[in-house]
């Protein structure tokens, strides 16, 4: 949707509808505003930019703006998969994105989190049963969409 759409993480794409049909999110850095990037980088941040880029802030504004009436904008289809023990992402602020999307008032849209016990941030880069049933996770997904014509457009 164009209805909340940021220009300026778009340039030379303005007019392009960089819309999405739907999202496999795997280990999602989510929350952006708690100085995360400082952490890894020793650089310092502006928490108000940090907070700007933060994906949970995005959705609990458009849930805010569905709930208040000022938009009917609709969230795209999700699959989250998460890592219990990621140090890089960690579970809580993941568990709260999905929370937020879960929230939307508008139901229309599949949001389902998976999380897997005792793994860490990468843990489908080596061949496991766990990264063959993540991955197996992902393409239901993908193929639930591509079913129902979702993301045939």
């Avoid at 389902?112 to 061949?127: A, K, L, T």
């Avoid at 063959?132 to 193929?143: S, T």
Wanted: hydrophobic share 30%; charged share 20%; with cysteine.
């Amino acid at each position: 949707s164009h209805e909340y759409k940021i220009p300026e993480w778009q340039p030379n794409f303005e007019s392009t509808d960089t819309s999405v049909q739907g999202c496999v999110a795997w280990y999602p850095a989510c929350d952006t505003s708690e100085g995360w990037w400082s952490k890894y980088t020793g650089k310092t941040f502006d928490s108000n930019e940090h907070k700007k880029a933060s994906p949970v802030h995005h959705v609990m504004k458009i849930c805010e703006l569905v709930r208040t009436g000022e938009s009917s904008h609709n969230i795209c289809p999700f699959l989250i998969i998460q890592p219990e023990s990621d140090s890089l992402c960690p579970a809580p602020w993941v568990r709260r994105f999905y929370r937020e999307l879960a929230s939307h008032p508008n139901k229309s849209s599949k949001v389902e989190y998976v999380e897997f016990p005792n793994s860490q941030h990468g843990f489908d880069n080596i061949c496991s049963p766990r990264s063959y049933y993540a991955n197996a996770v992902a393409c239901r997904f993908c193929n639930e969409l591509y079913k129902k014509g979702v993301a045939s457009s």
